[in-house]
């Protein structure tokens, strides 16, 4: 959690359930969030509906939030669990509903865990979410193992995690005497994404005496605020698989697409898989995910939504529900712009980077997932980018209830419901304590989506610029 601005505050992200109580007339919502939520935000959400589908008082009066004003460096779950009055008013909250007869659908939430289990479990709840016993499945070893049971294409690599320098070293020894001299990823088996779990090394030779040295000497953390020494006790400690990098030749292009899914438990116990969406994901140099496009290039977006729905049958046999990301790596054809080879890279058990962006979208224009795409019950096309990284320090000086006034000032910017289009903000609560802010723009093209993502950028600068000081006398 520590490798990156506010990750601690990723909760803040299921916001975007806020948008279905307006959505869905019979559904009442009680959100944990650590720290509180401007009240302004959590008003401002369900008016980004269209007007008179539904009764916003009515709507406000099914939302309960349940807060903490808790900014410590900690899970949501490790901050409920500490409290036993929190737990006390929720707990009392489930049992009169179910006291008046409601149906209670249990407790959603960002990521599994055996602690948010607990907390479930506390609460008297079932989990929405995978059980934490399937977690194994998301694991890097885990992902590359699921890959090569359904036969869906991935890199050469290794299916084992690696605990110690010797088995790494072995491991490098034996994929260089069939492959031949090559760069590899090392990756950290599981507790680490966006590239911070990842370095490189080259192997030019199948000698182990080399493979030690280069292992020692030359491996290269893919983020360069990790040591190589933090890296590999990360993972000698957590475990290391091995995987050959990808490199896109001379005049081929390289795309990180990935496929969004929900795995529904039916009656017989079995999670069918559903696809939410498409996306074409924005890796910065250090393999981190900055942001996304969607839907996903058509060039390849029908051969990763089948890879994907093989994926998920098979978790679903395997026990996993809920929320799943698979990421995918597509390299172009330097002789056919059209053709491209895709290799899946891993497995997500949880919700993603572009969930909240795909449920925003939906709830805000009752679009559905069609052939990868979103599109309106008229037929219109829904497309966004979304991003969790407009940081700048300067725009700690902005305050939530400041972005939303400035929005509504800017037509051409504020979500319109009517035309579904326009910039919908998230990562409210590390707005000013972080100067960091995330936002899903929608239009009806992904040109128009970046265009005005660019604008939006202009205006967050503009209001975070210091006010020019009053000429003197």
Same mark, same amino acid.
């Given at each position: ?9 990723? !909760? ?39 007007? !008179? ?19 410590? @460096? ?7 669990? $500490? ?22 659908? *249990? ?88 590239? @911070? ?79 939410? !969406? ?32 093989? %994926? *998920? +049958? ?8 809920? @929320? ?5 790596? $597509? ?11 895709? &290799? ?8 993603? +980077?572009?969930? @909240? ?51 509504? &000032? ?24 972080? !100067?960091?802010? *995330? ?24 209001? %975070? ?9």
């Amino acid at each position: 959690m520590r490798y990156g601005v506010g990750r601690w505050y990723s !909760g803040v992200r299921g916001l975007w359930e806020i948008l279905a109580i307006s959505a869905r007339p019979e559904l009442a919502l009680v959100m944990m969030q650590a720290p509180t939520v401007p009240t302004e935000v959590v008003d401002y959400l369900p008016t980004l509906r269209r007007p !008179g589908e539904c009764d916003r008082a009515d709507a406000r009066r099914r939302l309960a939030m349940v807060e903490l004003d808790d900014v410590t @460096h900690r899970h949501l779950s490790e901050k409920f669990l $500490a409290s036993e009055e929190a737990l006390a008013r929720l707990r009392g909250s489930v049992d009169l509903a179910r006291s008046r007869g409601h149906r209670v659908e *249990g407790l959603a939430c960002f990521a599994s865990s055996a602690r948010m289990l607990r907390l479930a479990d506390r609460l008297g709840l079932r989990m929405l979410e995978t059980p934490p016993s399937t977690l194994g499945w998301g694991t890097k070893s885990g992902s590359r193992e699921l890959f090569r049971r359904i036969g869906v294409p991935h890199q050469p690599g290794t299916y084992k995690p690696a605990h110690s320098q010797d088995r790494l070293v072995d491991e490098l020894f034996a994929l260089t005497a069939y492959h031949g001299p090559n760069t590899w990823l090392v990756k950290v088996d599981h507790g680490f994404g966006s590239g @911070h779990g990842n370095a490189m090394i080259t192997v030019s030779a199948p000698s182990r005496a080399k493979i030690r040295a280069a292992v020692s000497e030359n491996l290269r953390p893919v983020n360069p605020a990790t040591s190589r020494d933090e890296f590999l006790a990360n993972a000698y400690s957590l475990g290391a698989v091995i995987e050959l990098m990808v490199v896109a030749p001379p005049g081929a292009r390289l795309r990180f697409p990935s496929v969004s899914l929900h795995l529904c438990a039916e009656s017989a116990g079995i999670s069918a898989p559903r696809v939410l !969406g498409t996306h074409d994901q924005l890796i910065d140099r250090d393999q981190s995910f900055i942001g996304a496009t969607q839907p996903a290039d058509s060039a390849y977006r029908d051969t990763i939504t089948a890879y994907a729905n093989l %994926a *998920g +049958g098979e978790l679903g046999r395997l026990g996993v529900r809920g @929320h799943v990301g698979v990421d995918f790596v $597509a390299i172009s054809d330097d002789s056919d712009p059209r053709s491209w080879r895709v &290799s899946a890279l891993e497995v997500n058990l949880r919700q993603t +980077g572009t969930t @909240h962006a795909d449920r925003t979208a939906v709830l805000l224009t009752d679009a559905e997932c069609q052939n990868g795409r979103l599109v309106t019950p008229a037929g219109r096309p829904v497309c966004y980018t979304t991003t969790d990284s407009l940081i700048k320090d300067e725009y700690r000086r902005l305050t939530p209830a400041g972005l939303i006034t400035a929005l509504r &000032s800017v037509p051409a910017l504020e979500f319109d419901p009517v035309s579904a289009r326009g910039v919908v903000p998230h990562l409210w609560t590390t707005l000013t304590r972080f !100067g960091k802010v *995330g936002a899903t723009i929608l239009a009806q093209s992904v040109e128009e989506c970046l265009h005005m993502q660019g604008r939006f950028t202009a205006l967050l600068d503009r209001l %975070a610029s210091p006010a020019p000081a009053e000429p003197p006398g």
